[in-house]
């Protein structure tokens, strides 16, 4: 089964993201797929959960004063500019 991806973010700058990082390096149900920033102090992570674990994963973290969490939904090209295309684009056969 696969993994539910979330976002984390840190809310200000400092070692926040880096210490939530660190201290989730030996949890075999959390895997840390991408960081985005500066190597040694990213600002973004992009986590991959257990699918039985994401709905406490994302829970625990919601209220947190440090860091803002949310699932990472796949983006479509297609989908988000369907309703920008002139309609001779959208179909074919208009």
């Known amino acids: 089964m696969e ?5 984390v973010r840190a809310r200000h ?17 959390l895997e840390v797929v991408d960081t985005i920033g500066p190597p040694q102090q ?8 257990e699918p039985e674990l994401a709905a406490d994963f994302e829970q625990r973290f919601r209220n947190s004063p440090h ?6 939904r796949p983006l ?3 989908d988000k500019t369907a309703g920008f295309l002139h309609r001779s684009e959208r179909n074919p056969h208009a």
């Open 13 to 29: 700058e400092g070692d926040t993201l880096t210490d939530f990082l660190n201290a989730l390096q030996d949890d075999p149900n």
């Open 42 to 49: 990213p600002h973004t992570a992009v986590l991959a959960v």
């Open 67 to 72: 860091l803002l969490i949310e699932r990472d």
């Open 3 to 7: 993994r539910t991806r979330f976002i």
């Open 76 to 78: 479509s090209l297609l």
